[in-house]
Nanobody, 115 residues
Framework: VQLVESGGGLVQAGGSLRLSCAAS????????IGWFRQAPGKEREGVAC????????YYADSVKGRFAVSTNNAKNAVFLEMISLKPEDTALYYC?????????WGQGTQVTVSS
């Protein structure tokens, strides 16, 4: 199983990015998939997740109203649409199951928001 994140980059505050999470060796349709992030010197935190059972979503308070998590019809990719980005959103973003599975952590995708 491999989870591959992509779509990160450098943006100015107020900008937007769309992250993608693709899986090989795993179909998402029986999982809750989450987006996590880790900023330098901070612990990894969950920011959003989606249930592929019923498409219910959850967001951390810090991103509510700015981030949107979705999945595709094939249930083999999960996306994180981020708008109104803030410098405090700067982090390495990962996807994983919820609860996470240690061996599924990928390389992540870096999001850097300049002020």
């Amino acid at each position: 199983v491999q989870l591959v994140e992509s779509g990160g980059g450098l943006v100015q505050a107020g900008g937007s990015l769309r992250l993608s999470c693709a899986a090989s060796g795993l179909t998402f349709d029986t999982y809750v998939i989450g987006w996590f992030r880790q900023a330098p010197g901070k612990e990894r935190e969950g920011v959003a997740c989606i249930s592929n059972y019923d498409d219910r979503t959850y967001y951390a308070d810090s991103v509510k109203g700015r981030f949107a998590v979705s999945t595709n019809n094939a249930k083999n990719a999960v996306f994180l649409e981020m708008i109104s980005l803030k410098p405090e959103d700067t982090a390495l973003y990962y996807c994983n199951t919820v609860p996470y599975t240690d061996r599924y952590w990928g390389q992540g995708t870096q999001v850097t928001v300049s002020s």
